[in-house]
């Protein structure tokens, strides 16, 4: 009769262990050395802010609040042509189109906007509605996202973001 092979493993952590110096197995090495890298940090500038009393710096780069774009004569140069809300992946764009007005700087467009709304609470700042704009009709600011007390005031419509431009409201940092 076959009786089954014991196989003796030493676990890895004993064997390690073993190879160490017996004053390390006290662990006081690397007690001082965590303490030390606190301690360290005591001395160093701080890398926090007390925000929103200060204000962060703010790349140029940063995808924040939107805004709506005008024209010279000074009209919204969107054209409710939905492709930043077909884009965006959060789903967040809403927009309604009614037929362009008529007269002077209106030309050559069928449509505008009756509604344009953006749920920030929803939005990931993904950036693609602006690449998918056909128009250059919409833009990111570096504003960062606003703290509200209800979720109304985070659904963005069109005067919003019409005004909304850089250089508008909370200045850039
Ligand atoms: S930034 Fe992204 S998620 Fe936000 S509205 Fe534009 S496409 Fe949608
Ligand atoms: S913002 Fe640009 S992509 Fe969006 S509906 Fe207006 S023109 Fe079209």
């Not at 919204?76 to 809403?94: G, L």
């Not at 602006?130 to 509200?148: H, L, R, S, W």
């Amino acid at each position: 009769m076959e009786h089954p092979v014991e196989v003796k493993r030493n676990p890895p952590s004993v064997m390690h262990r073993r190879s160490q110096p017996w004053w390390v197995g006290l662990y006081m090495p690397a007690i001082w050395k965590g303490l030390w890298v606190s301690l360290r940090q005591f001395f160093k500038k701080s890398v926090t802010i007390q925000y929103p009393e200060a204000k962060p710096q703010i790349s140029p780069r940063f995808r924040g609040e939107h805004y709506l774009k005008q024209d010279e004569h000074g009209h919204m140069k969107c054209v409710a042509c939905y492709m930043c809300s077909t884009a965006c992946p959060a789903q967040c764009i809403n927009i309604e189109a009614q037929p362009a007005p008529t007269g002077p700087g209106w030309e050559g467009r069928d449509k505008v906007p009756k509604v344009f709304e953006i749920d920030m609470l929803k939005c990931i700042y993904c950036g693609y509605c602006v690449e998918a704009c056909p128009k250059d009709a919409i833009g990111m600011t570096n504003k960062i996202p606003q703290v509200y007390t209800s979720r109304k005031e985070f659904l963005y419509d069109m005067p919003r973001l019409l005004a909304n431009g850089p250089g508008s409201g909370e200045k850039k940092s």
